[in-house]
């Protein structure tokens, strides 16, 4: 019996693609690529996620687990002789408790499709990210995603009460706790959460909800230095009394690229700045939270922090102020783009940008770049867009330009995207010798054969 075969007596007929069907996907987001796998697997439920784990122990085969497909650092990328497990079918919210505030659900539900459903009871799960009509919450986990509201609600791993997994073996791991406060013991969720599916699979999560807020104030502000944008920062962050649930920064390249043709964004403010900070601040009451947020922009004016800003006005500026900073595809119009996510603490930005921009030129000719991202939570997004002919060549130079100087003072070659593949080679950036090997020993203490994503992170 071939390997499809035998998956199709675990899982059923209809759950498993052979190699030729699975050549027909795309490999995912940014990707011109389709997918590569000996088969791909589609499991309903945990028991068959375990018994699919259980079956491939046995027979040696490595396992890459998929959910939205969204990431950025290959971290979906089987072999030709691996199989991929899709959560595609375990897509059920199982239960949304108003009262203890927690949703339980599968790995495979869609993030905006548990937003959507909380909000019918007048709750919140914050996590926001620009792919959340693709990304999926088990994803999310295994990648600690982070997104816009990172400031105000932290990572996911903040949003994570419990956590069902299956490890390599296939046995079942249960640890679906409900409670906020549960110190009984190893957290074992947290073997799991960042792990990037190398150490089990999730397959359930009970996640914390918030209350949701009922009033959101933005503003688009244009600021001349990056000194007065670190502290623009501290004063609204301070003003606004614990309700700044966004600060996202755009070098003034990005904001020209995603307000000019063929962008179909607006300029709310002129295109002349250095610096451009969306801000946004989410409450619980109209009239005060605007007074507010309206003293602590007029306070930032006449202060010299601030030179401009359009002010919302309607749910309607808020759309149109986050559909800018969303649209990072126009990076894909006229070249190929090298993508980083990094962090590093805000006193090093300017630095590192301006280090950056003065050093691509003569290491890899043409190119444009542009620089913008989750600056109050210290996250950066680095663009480099090059010639389709100039990419191989290219992107090794500009990943050392990237990533070199972050050592010096320790900051991340990942900020929310994960290892994968491409980060390899930096780990040891971000990640002393040490730290490294104690990955390394969980990684065989829980994966002995290597056959969960083989190859990725370490």
Same mark, same amino acid.
């Given at each position: 019996?071939?390997?499809?075969?035998? *998956?199709?007596? $675990?899982?059923?007929?209809?759950?498993? $693609?052979?190699?030729?069907?699975?050549?027909?996907?795309? #490999?995912?987001? $940014?990707?011109?690529?389709?997918?590569?796998?000996?088969?791909?697997?589609?499991?309903? &439920?945990?028991?068959?996620?375990?018994?699919?784990?259980?079956?491939?122990?046995?027979? /040696?085969?490595?396992?890459?687990?998929?959910?939205?497909?969204?990431?950025?650092?290959?971290?979906?990328?089987?072999?030709?002789?691996?199989?991929?497990?899709?959560?595609?079918?375990?897509?059920?919210?199982?239960?949304?408790?108003?009262?203890?505030?927690?949703?339980?659900?599968?790995?495979?539900?869609?993030?905006?499709?548990?937003?959507?459903?909380?909000?019918?009871?007048?709750?919140?799960?914050?996590?926001?990210?620009?792919?959340?009509?693709?990304?999926?919450?088990?994803? &999310?986990? #295994?990648? /600690?995603?982070?997104?816009?509201?990172?400031?105000?609600?932290?990572?996911?791993?903040?949003?994570?009460?419990?956590?069902?997994?299956?490890?390599?073996?296939?046995?079942?791991?249960?640890?679906?706790?409900?409670?906020?406060?549960?110190?009984?013991?190893?957290?074992?969720?947290?073997?799991?959460?960042?792990?990037?599916?190398?150490?089990?699979?999730?397959?359930?999560?009970? *996640?914390?909800?918030?209350?949701?807020?009922?009033?959101? &104030?933005?503003?688009?502000?244009?600021?001349?230095?990056?000194?007065?944008?670190?502290?623009?920062?501290?004063?609204?962050?301070?003003?606004?009394?614990?309700? !700044?649930?966004?600060?996202?920064?755009?070098?003034?390249?990005?904001?020209?690229?995603?307000?000019?043709?063929?962008?179909?964004?607006?300029?709310?403010?002129?295109?002349? @700045?250095?610096?451009?900070?969306?801000?946004?601040?989410?409450?619980?009451?109209?009239?005060?939270?605007?007074?507010?947020? &309206?003293?602590?922009?007029?306070?930032?004016?006449?202060?010299?922090?601030?030179?401009?800003?359009?002010?919302?006005?309607?749910?309607?500026?808020?759309?149109?102020?986050?559909? %800018?900073?969303?649209? +990072?595809?126009?990076?894909?119009?006229?070249?190929?783009?090298? +993508?980083?996510?990094?962090?590093?603490?805000?006193?090093?930005?300017?630095?590192?940008?301006?280090?950056?921009?003065?050093? !691509?030129?003569?290491?890899?000719?043409?190119?444009? !770049?542009?620089?913008?991202?989750? *600056?109050?939570?210290? /996250?950066?997004?680095?663009?480099?867009?090059?010639?389709?002919?100039? @990419?191989?060549?290219?992107?090794?130079?500009?990943?050392?330009?990237? @990533?070199?100087? !972050?050592?010096?003072?320790?900051?991340?070659?990942?900020?929310?995207?994960?290892?994968?593949?491409?980060?390899?080679?930096?780990?040891?950036?971000?990640?002393?010798?040490?730290?490294?090997? %104690?990955?390394?020993?969980?990684?065989?203490?829980?994966?002995?054969?290597?056959?969960? /994503?083989?190859?990725?992170?370490?």
């Amino acid at each position: 019996m071939n390997l499809t075969d035998s *998956l199709r007596q $675990l899982v059923g007929e209809n759950a498993v $693609l052979d190699a030729a069907d699975v050549a027909t996907r795309s #490999a995912g987001y $940014l990707r011109p690529d389709n997918l590569k796998a000996a088969a791909l697997v589609r499991p309903a &439920n945990t028991d068959e996620v375990s018994r699919v784990m259980r079956w491939c122990c046995e027979n /040696n085969i490595g396992v890459v687990t998929h959910g939205g497909l969204t990431g950025l650092v290959h971290g979906g990328d089987a072999k030709p002789d691996e199989i991929i497990l899709s959560l595609e079918r375990m897509r059920a919210i199982e239960d949304i408790d108003p009262v203890q505030r927690t949703a339980t659900v599968q790995a495979g539900v869609v993030l905006q499709a548990l937003q959507e459903a909380v909000d019918e009871h007048g709750l919140a799960f914050p996590l926001d990210l620009g792919a959340r009509g693709s990304a999926t919450l088990g994803g &999310n986990a #295994a990648v /600690n995603a982070g997104g816009n509201r990172v400031i105000r609600y932290g990572m996911t791993r903040e949003m994570v009460l419990g956590i069902e997994a299956v490890m390599a073996d296939g046995t079942i791991v249960s640890s679906l706790n409900r409670l906020i406060k549960n110190n009984a013991g190893y957290d074992l969720k947290h073997l799991f959460i960042g792990s990037e599916g190398t150490l089990g699979i999730i397959t359930r999560l009970v *996640l914390r909800l918030r209350e949701r807020p009922t009033t959101t &104030n933005m503003a688009f502000v244009g600021i001349d230095s990056f000194a007065a944008v670190a502290s623009f920062l501290k004063h609204i962050d301070s003003a606004l009394g614990g309700t !700044l649930s966004a600060f996202e920064v755009m070098w003034q390249p990005f904001y020209r690229l995603v307000t000019t043709a063929p962008a179909k964004g607006q300029p709310p403010i002129a295109q002349d @700045y250095r610096y451009y900070v969306l801000v946004e601040s989410q409450g619980a009451d109209r009239e005060l939270d605007t007074q507010r947020f &309206n003293g602590a922009m007029e306070s930032a004016f006449e202060s010299g922090l601030i030179v401009d800003a359009a002010i919302s006005q309607s749910e309607a500026d808020c759309q149109a102020f986050w559909a %800018l900073r969303d649209d +990072v595809e126009q990076v894909l119009h006229g070249g190929l783009p090298v +993508v980083f996510d990094i962090s590093l603490p805000i006193g090093e930005m300017e630095n590192f940008a301006d280090d950056l921009r003065a050093a !691509l030129p003569g290491a890899i000719g043409d190119h444009k !770049l542009w620089i913008f991202g989750h *600056l109050g939570d210290g /996250n950066l997004h680095v663009i480099v867009q090059v010639k389709p002919q100039d @990419y191989l060549a290219s992107r090794p130079k500009i990943e050392a330009l990237v @990533y070199t100087p !972050l050592a010096a003072f320790r900051g991340s070659v990942s900020a929310e995207h994960g290892i994968g593949l491409e980060k390899k080679a930096y780990l040891k950036v971000s990640r002393s010798e040490n730290e490294i090997a %104690l990955m390394r020993t969980l990684k065989t203490a829980l994966d002995p054969k290597g056959i969960l /994503n083989p190859g990725k992170v370490l």
